[in-house]
Every structure is written in C-alpha cells, then in structure tokens.
C-alpha cells in the first residue's frame, strides 16, 4: 500500500514527545543510514531539521528490507510509531532527541545518484560545485536557514511598513537607465526595432514619480540590476528594502528606519538596539575613521600629525604636505609588541593598495618617561618632532605609530584600510555588538580628475542643503547633500537622501553634471515634465537585503544568502546562463555579433 504522502503527520524537526504513542507519517530525504546488528537507523531530513527512524527486522521484515536499499538522499515516506528514547539514549543534539519513530512501512518516493558532496553543514567543495548543484547545497543546514532567515527578515519588514501605512507598490523592470553609478543590463526591443529597455539599477524615479501620484508613503521589496566591475561582494541581481516618503525631512526617514532595523534585530537576534542611531558627517567620518562607513567597534580612530610632521626631516613627510596633502596616523595600543613579519606583511598588503610604503615607528619610553621612536623612520624625528608627534597622536610608549603621507584622499583611503585590518587581524573587534550609525552631509559631487568633470555622488536626485543651493554653479566642490547613509559594523547598509523637487533644481544640477538639454530631454524628459505637476518635497532610502542577511546570519559571503546566485564572473553553473540563443532569435531582434576573435 503506499503510504498517502500528502497526510504528513508533521514535518521531519518537529517530531516530538507530544506524538509519543502515535501514528506518524513522514516524509524527507536520508540523511544517514546505519546498520547496527539487524536494526536499520536512518535520519530522516527536511526543511525544519531531522528525527530517526529505526526498523526491526523482527517486527517489521518487509519495511526492514526495503531500509536495507535507502542511501544518503533518496526521497522517502515513511509510516510509524512515535515512541520515547529509552533512558539514557536521548540526543540533547537533536531537537527531536527524545523520540524515535519505530518504523513500520517505508516508500521510496524516488532514488539518488550519489551526490556529489554530503550534505553537511561544513564542507570543503569549492562554490562553483556548490552552486552547479544548488538544489543539494541548499539542503544543507546553514544554506536553508540563512533562506529562513531571509524570509523571516523580509516578512518583519513588510509587517512593519504595512503597520507604519506604508503601500507596497511593484515598479517596472523593463525600463529607461536610472543612473546609480553603474552600467546597465540592457534588454533589445522586438517590436522597436533597435531600441532597448534598460533593466533598473534601483526603482528611484518610479518611487519619485509615486510620490507626485500622491502615494506619499511607498515601500518596495525590489530585484535590482547593475552590471558592476567584479567585486567579491556584489551581485549583478541583488534585493532592495526601497521606501520613499512624502512631505518629510531626512529625520522622518531616518526614524522610520530606526523603527525597522530595531524589529528585525529583535525578531533575528532577539536584542533591542538603542535608537536613534548616532549620526556622524561625512567629514568627521573621514577625517577620523579615513572611510564613509565607518566600523565604531573599536577605536584605533586617525590622527592628524600634519603640523607636527612639518619639523621632521624627512622627504617622505615633507613632498605632500609642500603640495597640500596631509601626514596621518593611526596608534596602536600596545603594538610595539608586534613582530616585524606582522609589519612587513602589513606593508606589503598596503602596498597591494597602492601606498608606496608604511612609515612606522615603535614608541618606547625615555629615561625621563617621555616617549621615544625606535626602528622604521624613527632616525629621521628629534627630540622636538618626537613630542611633537607623540603629542598629536596620543601615542605613549608600547605603542607603535603607523603614518601615511600622501593626498588627503589616499591618506584616508590606507589608514581606513589600515585600521579595519589591524583591527581584524589582531581581534580588536568586540563579538556580538550590533553598531549602527547615520553617515550624513554627504558632499553632494566629486571631482573626477581623469575626464575633469563633477559627478554625483548619491545619485543626481539628490537635494542640496538649503544653505548650500547658491553654490552650485560657483563652488560644486563644497556642496553638501541632503543625503544619509545607514552603516552596521563597518558595512553600508543602504542610503538615501531628500530629493529635488523642483524642476529648475533638478535642471541646473543635470547642467552641472554636464549633461546637455538635449540630453537632459532625452534621458529624463517624463521627470522633468512630472516635476511640473505640483510634486510634493519627498525623500527615502533604499537598504541591501542581500548584506542585511548577510550580516544577521553571520554569512562570510553574500552569495551564502541568495537562493540561486552568480559566481563571481556573473555566471550560474546551474543553468549555464548566459547561454548562446538561437540566431533565429537574434534576428528577430535586429541584432548581429561583432565577437572579439578569441570568442568567435
Ligand atoms: N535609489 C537609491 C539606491 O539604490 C536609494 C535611494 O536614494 O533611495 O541606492
């Protein structure tokens, strides 16, 4: 008789004392088999967990038999009895340790190859395998519960902006470019012969437009496109939290998020974090932490030394303060303790960077207590400079003081480098603190010195200080935007910003950013034109889910957090995509290939 599948009696992990003396239909794949002297023990697997399943050759022969054929993933139901360990056998391991179902009948659904890695929550197969056969990774306990999580996340924040009278809106993806920095995934037009949809890199001027429709509290759960450059941590399709607000300022949205962000981290990790968030400008974040997004678990904080620096006699120092650049450093507590293949390695992963070199000297203490420099560059500092420096730094002796010297932007870029590292590989990091924090006063553009023009920094939506709109034409430079970013420990959670609305605005920053009317017309007209329309003051912010969970779960990759992902070169082993289509296919769309000769 087969065993009717479809009446499961529970899932596989929530077997427990409470069906003790009952029938139980279950159904799941085989974990593990074992023969122990006649009586067969499987662990029977599904979404939630395992229980085991033991058949007695004298009670049972024929299930017993047919036990006797299972292997490690062969799909099974199985019917029994629930029945308590005996004493001293239960598996506090096992969330259905106490029980065991005595197996009376059993179903092979469908049989296995053998798979090609176990399934386990540790294994050393390498990703492309992994993802070549994501549907057995995911059985794997950390992949399935990372999935969990995420939905767990998701329903949290769908909850909450629901309650708070926030209307999920879908937007489009076939569409127009919205800029975010970077390229497009472009789809061809059939049936306009040469003209192309571009894939969204985020919903921004949909949501924009929502909030002109006077839909003034939108929320989206929303698959976004970027073809980026290859970088460990992103993915060509990744998942956005994306709100937008009408008639607030950048406090409202912030709160609102505070709001979520505290749900989901009582729902994931049951802890209340304290709100409002601290707020840092972008300035202070880069002066002390050399980077925007700063990690606040640990000090290691930037120092200034330029004035010091300018009495040491040393051309390193000397050649970038003359051209306006800047002497930094960071101060390791303790650190004159560090070996030199500790600061060897240092300097030669910063110089994987770019830095030329990591001048350092160790502090020890003069005969008077004072601190003096010793090894690295510490020939080049006299008593003066030495505390003059030590001074500016804070350091004391046992420290050890590491500089850069350079552009104030490389200066921030290799301490901020520096600092998460050293912090990282000395296990300077607090376990289990949660710091979120608000970067604001983002400069609103940056000067790109290789085509010699403004970009936007956001993206070009974004409203200017009220106080700063009159230098947008003379001083773009020093203009600061209304734009906020959202950091936990060290990562980017999302950003956002006030957005421009009004049309003049929006038309001397598009100038600014040199784009001609043409183009403006061209690109952006429907905005322009809505912008007409009576559109209310608006703002919003988008999240990353991806990193989200990433962080939540304690995921050491973003891809460990989406069902099906890309490798890092943008392709997925599973299905092979992108493939080669038929050319039938691409003549429909008008299109011919013009392939480099290695790919012909
Ligand atoms: N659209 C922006 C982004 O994707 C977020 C925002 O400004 O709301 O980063």
Redesign the pocket.
């Given at each position: 008789m087969p065993i009717p599948y479809n009446q499961r009696t529970c899932y596989c992990g929530e077997a427990g004392a409470h069906l003790a003396g009952q029938t139980a239909i279950l159904v799941g794949w085989v974990q593990s088999y074992r023969d122990h002297g006649g009586m067969v023990f499987i662990d029977l697997r599904d979404r939630t967990g395992l229980v085991q399943i033991k058949f007695n050759p004298e009670t049972d022969p024929i299930a017993h038999q047919t036990a006797g054929k299972l292997r490690a993933e062969f799909c099974v139901a199985v019917r029994g009895d629930v029945a308590m360990r005996p004493e001293g056998l239960a598996n506090p391991n096992l969330s259905t340790g106490a029980i065991e179902v005595n197996g009376r009948e059993v179903e092979i659904l469908s049989t296995s190859a053998t798979p090609v890695f176990e399934v386990e929550d540790e294994i050393e197969t390498n990703e492309e395998t992994r993802l070549k056969y994501r549907y057995l990774d995911l059985r794997r306990t950390p992949m399935r519960e990372a999935l969990m999580t995420r939905h767990r996340i998701c329903k949290t924040i769908r909850d909450y902006f629901d309650e708070q009278g926030f209307v999920e809106i879908e937007t489009p993806f076939l569409t127009k470019s919205t800029p975010?920095g970077a390229r497009d995934y472009l789809v061809p037009s059939r049936v306009h012969p040469g003209m192309v949809f571009a894939l969204p890199?985020?919903?921004?001027l949909f949501?924009q437009l929502l909030m002109i429709s006077g839909f003034d509290k939108y929320m989206q759960i929303v698959r976004?496109f970027r073809d980026e450059d290859l970088r460990a941590d992103r993915q060509p399709e990744f998942t956005?939290l994306?709100m937008?607000m009408s008639f607030v300022q950048a406090e409202d949205v912030q709160r609102v998020i505070e709001g979520c962000m505290s749900r989901v981290m009582r729902v994931v990790h049951d802890i209340d974090i304290p709100t409002p968030f601290p707020r840092m400008t972008y300035e202070d974040a880069m002066r002390d932490y050399g980077i925007d997004r700063p990690d606040t678990r640990y000090e290691l904080k930037i120092r200034d030394v330029s004035e010091a620096a300018r009495g040491v006699d040393f051309r390193v120092f000397a050649e970038p303060l003359a051209a306006g650049g800047a002497v930094r450093c960071i101060v390791v507590p303790g650190g004159a303790q560090m070996t030199r293949k500790e600061t060897d390695t240092l300097t030669e992963d910063l110089k994987g960077i770019g830095a030329g070199g990591l001048p350092l000297v160790k502090v020890g203490a003069g005969q008077d207590g004072k601190p003096v420099f010793e090894t690295g560059i510490a020939k080049f500092f006299t008593p003066e400079s030495t505390a003059a420096v030590s001074a500016a730094s804070g350091a004391k002796p046992g420290d050890l003081i590491l500089f850069a010297a350079d552009t104030v932007a490389n200066v921030c870029k290799y301490l901020g480098w520096l600092r998460e590292t050293i912090a990282r590989r000395r296990g300077m990091i607090p376990a289990n603190l949660w710091n979120f924090l608000w970067v604001v006063d983002f400069p609103m553009f940056e000067f790109n010195t290789e085509d010699g023009r403004f970009y936007a920094v956001?993206?070009p939506f974004?409203a200017p200080r009220d106080e700063d709109i009159g230098k947008l034409e003379n001083d773009p430079g020093s203009c600061r935007a209304k734009a906020y970013d959202v950091v936990l420990n060290g990562i980017e959670l999302?950003?956002?910003?006030i957005r421009i609305h009004r049309a003049d605005v929006q038309e001397r920053v598009f100038d600014l950013l040199q784009l001609t009317p043409e183009e403006q017309q061209l690109k952006f007209r429907f905005l322009l034109e809505a912008l007409r329309y009576g559109p209310p003051p608006h703002g919003?912010?988008?999240l990353g889910i991806d990193r989200m969970v990433m962080l939540l779960t304690g995921a050491s990759s973003l891809r460990d957090t989406f069902s099906f992902p890309k490798t890092q070169r943008a392709y997925c082993p599973l299905t092979e995509a992108p493939g080669p289509v038929a050319q039938s296919q691409l003549d429909e769309l008008y299109l011919r290939l013009s392939l480099p000769p290695s790919k012909g």
């Open positions: 975010e890199q985020s919903p921004q949501k976004c956005q994306d937008e956001h993206h974004t999302g950003g956002g910003s919003g912010i988008a």
